[in-house]
Protein backbone atom coordinates (compact mmCIF):
# COMPACT_ATOMS: atom_id res chain seq x y z
CA UNK A 1 0.00 0.00 0.00
CA UNK A 2 0.88 3.42 -1.11
CA UNK A 3 0.65 6.66 1.65
CA UNK A 4 -1.43 7.79 -1.48
CA UNK A 5 -4.15 5.05 -1.08
CA UNK A 6 -4.66 6.11 2.41
CA UNK A 7 -6.00 9.71 1.04
CA UNK A 8 -9.37 8.45 -0.37
CA UNK A 9 -10.24 6.53 2.70
CA UNK A 10 -9.24 9.22 5.11
CA UNK A 11 -11.07 12.30 2.87
CA UNK A 12 -14.18 9.83 3.60
CA UNK A 13 -13.88 9.30 7.09
CA UNK A 14 -12.93 13.00 7.64
CA UNK A 15 -16.05 14.27 5.51
CA UNK A 16 -18.97 11.88 7.50
CA UNK A 17 -16.70 13.20 11.10
CA UNK A 18 -17.22 16.63 10.52
CA UNK A 19 -20.82 16.11 9.68
CA UNK A 20 -21.34 14.64 12.56
CA UNK A 21 -19.27 17.01 14.93
CA UNK A 22 -20.03 20.47 12.69
CA UNK A 23 -23.77 20.30 12.21
CA UNK A 24 -25.40 23.26 10.37
CA UNK A 25 -21.63 24.16 8.75
CA UNK A 26 -20.91 23.36 4.87
CA UNK A 27 -18.68 20.87 4.76
CA UNK A 28 -15.76 20.28 2.06
CA UNK A 29 -12.83 18.07 2.14
CA UNK A 30 -10.25 17.57 -0.27
CA UNK A 31 -6.75 15.17 -0.82
CA UNK A 32 -4.54 18.48 -1.02
CA UNK A 33 -1.30 16.32 -0.87
CA UNK A 34 -0.05 17.71 -4.52
CA UNK A 35 -0.69 21.28 -3.48
CA UNK A 36 0.57 24.00 -1.47
CA UNK A 37 -2.24 24.66 1.36
CA UNK A 38 -2.49 28.37 -0.07
CA UNK A 39 -3.82 27.58 -3.25
CA UNK A 40 -5.83 24.72 -2.30
CA UNK A 41 -7.31 27.43 0.13
CA UNK A 42 -7.13 30.16 -2.44
CA UNK A 43 -9.39 27.96 -4.77
CA UNK A 44 -12.10 27.88 -2.13
CA UNK A 45 -12.15 31.87 -1.32
CA UNK A 46 -9.97 31.37 1.98
CA UNK A 47 -7.22 33.44 2.37
CA UNK A 48 -5.03 32.64 4.69
CA UNK A 49 -1.62 35.18 5.23
CA UNK A 50 0.05 32.80 7.20
CA UNK A 51 0.26 29.90 4.19
CA UNK A 52 0.81 32.54 1.67
CA UNK A 53 4.42 31.83 -0.03
CA UNK A 54 4.94 28.71 2.70
CA UNK A 55 5.42 25.64 1.28
CA UNK A 56 2.56 23.56 3.45
CA UNK A 57 1.62 20.40 2.29
CA UNK A 58 -1.67 19.34 4.19
CA UNK A 59 -2.12 15.36 2.75
CA UNK A 60 -6.28 15.62 3.33
CA UNK A 61 -7.67 19.37 4.26
CA UNK A 62 -11.05 19.71 5.70
CA UNK A 63 -13.27 22.69 5.25
CA UNK A 64 -16.22 23.74 7.38
CA UNK A 65 -18.30 27.13 7.08
CA UNK A 66 -20.73 28.75 8.98
CA UNK A 67 -21.62 32.33 7.87
CA UNK A 68 -18.44 34.62 7.55
CA UNK A 69 -16.23 31.43 10.08
CA UNK A 70 -13.93 28.99 8.25
CA UNK A 71 -12.91 26.13 10.70
CA UNK A 72 -9.91 24.38 8.64
CA UNK A 73 -8.98 20.69 9.59
CA UNK A 74 -5.56 18.57 8.79
CA UNK A 75 -4.55 14.86 8.19
CA UNK A 76 -1.24 14.12 7.66
CA UNK A 77 -1.25 10.60 6.54
CA UNK A 78 1.65 8.26 7.09
CA UNK A 79 2.24 4.14 5.77
CA UNK A 80 5.39 4.00 7.83
CA UNK A 81 5.99 3.99 11.99
CA UNK A 82 5.89 7.51 13.33
CA UNK A 83 8.77 9.63 14.64
CA UNK A 84 9.39 12.73 16.26
CA UNK A 85 10.01 14.41 12.67
CA UNK A 86 6.56 13.34 11.54
CA UNK A 87 4.96 15.26 14.40
CA UNK A 88 7.08 18.04 14.27
CA UNK A 89 5.87 18.88 10.71
CA UNK A 90 2.59 18.68 11.83
CA UNK A 91 2.99 20.69 14.59
CA UNK A 92 4.85 23.40 12.43
CA UNK A 93 2.06 23.50 9.82
CA UNK A 94 -0.74 23.89 12.64
CA UNK A 95 1.32 26.61 14.90
CA UNK A 96 1.33 28.81 11.51
CA UNK A 97 -2.11 28.12 10.27
CA UNK A 98 -3.81 27.05 13.63
CA UNK A 99 -6.35 24.68 12.13
CA UNK A 100 -9.33 23.58 14.38
CA UNK A 101 -8.60 20.17 14.43
CA UNK A 102 -5.27 18.37 13.46
CA UNK A 103 -4.69 14.38 13.03
CA UNK A 104 -1.27 12.58 12.00
CA UNK A 105 -2.32 9.14 11.20
CA UNK A 106 -0.67 5.76 10.01
CA UNK A 107 -1.35 2.71 8.94
CA UNK A 108 1.51 1.26 10.61
CA UNK A 109 1.79 1.88 14.50
CA UNK A 110 2.53 4.95 16.68
CA UNK A 111 6.53 4.14 16.56
CA UNK A 112 9.11 5.88 18.37
CA UNK A 113 5.97 8.23 19.40
CA UNK A 114 4.54 5.91 21.50
CA UNK A 115 7.35 5.80 24.01
CA UNK A 116 7.37 9.66 24.03
CA UNK A 117 3.98 10.32 24.53
CA UNK A 118 2.49 7.71 26.46
CA UNK A 119 5.56 6.04 28.36
CA UNK A 120 6.74 9.86 29.22
CA UNK A 121 3.34 11.11 29.27
CA UNK A 122 4.34 13.82 27.11
CA UNK A 123 1.25 15.12 25.58
CA UNK A 124 2.13 18.54 25.91
CA UNK A 125 4.34 17.78 22.62
CA UNK A 126 0.84 18.16 20.73
CA UNK A 127 -0.05 21.26 22.38
CA UNK A 128 -1.24 24.25 19.39
CA UNK A 129 -3.18 27.17 19.28
CA UNK A 130 -3.11 30.59 19.41
CA UNK A 131 -2.01 31.06 22.95
CA UNK A 132 -5.84 31.56 24.21
CA UNK A 133 -6.95 28.17 23.70
CA UNK A 134 -4.68 25.44 23.50
CA UNK A 135 -5.57 22.33 21.18
CA UNK A 136 -3.96 19.02 20.49
CA UNK A 137 -3.14 17.11 17.61
CA UNK A 138 -4.53 14.29 17.79
CA UNK A 139 -2.28 11.09 16.74
CA UNK A 140 -2.68 7.07 16.22
CA UNK A 141 -3.24 4.57 13.62
CA UNK A 142 -5.27 4.18 10.66
CA UNK A 143 -7.43 1.06 10.30
CA UNK A 144 -7.25 -0.01 7.20
CA UNK A 145 -10.09 -2.55 6.94
CA UNK A 146 -12.43 -0.36 9.05
CA UNK A 147 -11.82 2.86 7.07
CA UNK A 148 -11.15 4.90 10.20
CA UNK A 149 -8.95 5.68 12.92
CA UNK A 150 -8.31 2.91 15.39
CA UNK A 151 -10.01 5.26 18.37
CA UNK A 152 -7.94 3.24 20.60
CA UNK A 153 -4.38 4.02 19.74
CA UNK A 154 -5.39 8.13 19.51
CA UNK A 155 -3.52 9.76 22.05
CA UNK A 156 -4.60 12.05 23.84
CA UNK A 157 -7.78 9.63 24.07
CA UNK A 158 -10.67 10.95 22.90
Not at 26 to 40: F, G, K, M, Q
Not at 77 to 105: F, N
Request: glycine share 6%; hydrophobic share 40%; with cysteine.
Amino acid sequence: MLEKDLYEPMCSWLEQYLKDHYKGHEITVIDTSLERLDRALERHGIVCEQANGVDIQIDVLGIAKKGNKTKLFFIEAKKTKLTLRDLGQLWAYCKLVDPEEAWLLTSADLGSLRKLLIGFNREDLLDFGDGKKIKKMKVGVWDVKKQMPDLSSIVPKI
